[in-house]
């Protein structure tokens, strides 16, 4: 058989009336007074000049609030006046409402190690750590050949890896192009020579052919010391020496390549320039927003334990890997002693440029509730508020502020939980005083809303604690 209405109803009332207790005791031994800025005197001293009728409350249950000194209805203590009950601090601080702020005492902030640090500005980066291989730099590579037909009649160079030297002679070829265009230049002097004394249009003619054999042997790739060489002995070199058009290493040779048949075109050697290295690293689809092209990286190798190499991002491939949702980008490095090699495998970190000239915090001072994002701005002379602030980028242990904070105002950086709590019980104190001070005097004590009554109509509780159905300990009242 369910229990009846009229017996259920007391002892929810109980149950609520012994919650409310412990959760007063509780909060008075946990949070004194002077946090809540319940700042006030024993009951016998009297109340301050400021306030002729100021509220009482007990410190152990703050949500006792009278009109006059008493003892408190629950623990039996002194009741002490509500200090700041009529926005003392609004007064002071207009712009910010008594129940945002709190005040602490100079040496409660020191206790509880308050720190703070300044709202500024600064570019908020975002660090990506990731791996790569060096690979040689492709705009620095070149391929050596030929732009007429020859033999190959002697080779400098022999194997693959070896160094050159920008100038230094590859291989010695014979071409009959080359030999006659050599002839038709040493002709040409020799005609401009005679020509010396003729009127000034045939000698502007003569020059006009030495001009026109230079050019040709300049487009074939002659260097100009070895025209200048064939001009100055008057004889034709039978062979010319191809030069390394860069220094590097030679990364490819053709195979056979003394006394070999050579046509325009034919890649005979492939030379790359070690003065610059890339670093080939993989980047996530969520990195690719932050880092472009002029990107600076800073690049670790085992190989040479304790040192950094700085490097720029040069290159970023033009699509995503469909399998690894990964893009390609070639970090630049330079490499003026050579040590660097390719294929070596190295750590890069990039250091983008998230969000330029940020106004940002500490990211430790920013409380997340769920629902919002607070700050606790310290004021000055002891005194902390809350701020609710929109946030933007988080980057580098800082996170922007979008709204609701100025530029070289102070906010906490630690205990500001506790200031927050303080200020949010403080808020819930005030309007209990509020609440009250429109109350008339001879109102009951203001406990926890639970314990009141909410029927207008209901028995005197001594009477309700008694089950008139319940006949045990009572005598035989059959009905007749």
Not at 27 to 45: E, V, Y
Not at 64 to 90: K, N
Not at 161 to 170: I, K, W, Y
Not at 204 to 215: K, P
């Amino acid at each position: 058989m369910s229990p009846s209405p009229q017996r259920s109803r007391p002892l929810l009332m109980i149950a609520l009336g012994v919650g409310a207790l412990l959760f007063g005791i509780v909060l008075g031994q946990f949070l004194p007074a002077d946090l809540l800025g319940l700042r006030g005197t024993s009951a016998k001293q009297p109340a301050s000049q400021d306030d002729p009728d100021p509220l009482w409350t007990c410190g152990m249950h703050p949500h006792v609030i009278e009109h006059g000194p008493g003892q408190c209805p629950i623990c039996g203590m002194d009741l002490t006046p509500v200090r700041g009950s009529d926005g003392d601090f609004a007064d002071d601080h207009p712009a910010h409402p008594a129940a945002d702020a709190i005040r602490i005492e100079p040496e409660m902030v020191q206790n509880m190690n308050v720190r703070t640090a300044e709202v500024t500005r600064r570019d908020l980066n975002q660090p990506i750590r990731t791996v790569g291989y060096l690979e040689f730099d492709q705009q620095r590579m070149v391929t050596v050949t030929t732009k007429y037909k020859g033999w190959v009649e002697k080779v400098y160079v022999n194997y693959v890896g070896e160094e050159v030297r920008r100038g230094q002679p590859l291989f010695e070829i014979y071409s009959p192009e080359l030999v006659q265009t050599e002839r038709e230049l040493l002709s040409a002097l020799e005609f401009v020579e005679e020509m010396r004394d003729a009127p000034a249009d045939a000698l502007e003619r003569a020059e006009s052919m030495v001009e026109s054999a230079r050019v040709r042997l300049t487009y074939w790739d002659i260097a100009p010391q070895q025209i200048a060489r064939l001009e100055e002995t008057g004889e034709v070199f039978r062979t010319l020496s191809v030069a390394a058009p860069s220094g590097g290493l030679v990364m490819k040779r053709m195979a056979g390549l003394e006394g070999m048949a050579v046509e325009p075109g034919m890649e005979l050697f492939h030379i790359a320039d070690l003065s610059n290295l890339w670093v080939s690293v993989e980047l996530f689809e969520s990195q690719l927003a932050a880092v472009r092209e002029g990107t600076e990286a800073l690049i670790e190798l085992s190989y040479f334990p304790g040192e950094t190499f700085r490097g720029t991002v040069r290159y970023l491939e033009p699509e995503l890997s469909e399998e690894t949702r990964t893009m390609r980008a070639m970090v630049e490095v330079p490499n003026p002693r050579g040590r660097l090699r390719k294929g070596m495998y190295a750590t890069v970190e990039l250091n983008p440029i998230q969000v330029p000239d940020a106004l940002v915090v500490p990211s430790h001072a920013v409380l997340r509730t769920g629902e919002r994002n607070v700050v606790v701005e310290a004021l000055g002379e002891g005194r902390f508020a809350p701020r609710e602030i929109v946030l933007g980028h988080r980057a580098d242990g800082y996170t922007e502020i979008l709204s609701g904070l100025d530029e070289g105002t102070r906010v906490v950086t630690s205990a500001q939980f506790l200031l927050d709590s303080e200020s949010t019980l403080r808020e819930a104190v005030q309007k209990m005083v509020a609440e009250r001070s429109e109350r008339p005097a001879t109102a009951p004590l203001m406990t926890d809303p639970a314990m009141a009554d909410p029927s207008p109509a209901a028995p005197d509780a001594a009477h309700e604690m008694t089950d008139p159905s319940d006949h045990s300990g009572h005598g035989d009242h059959s009905e007749p």
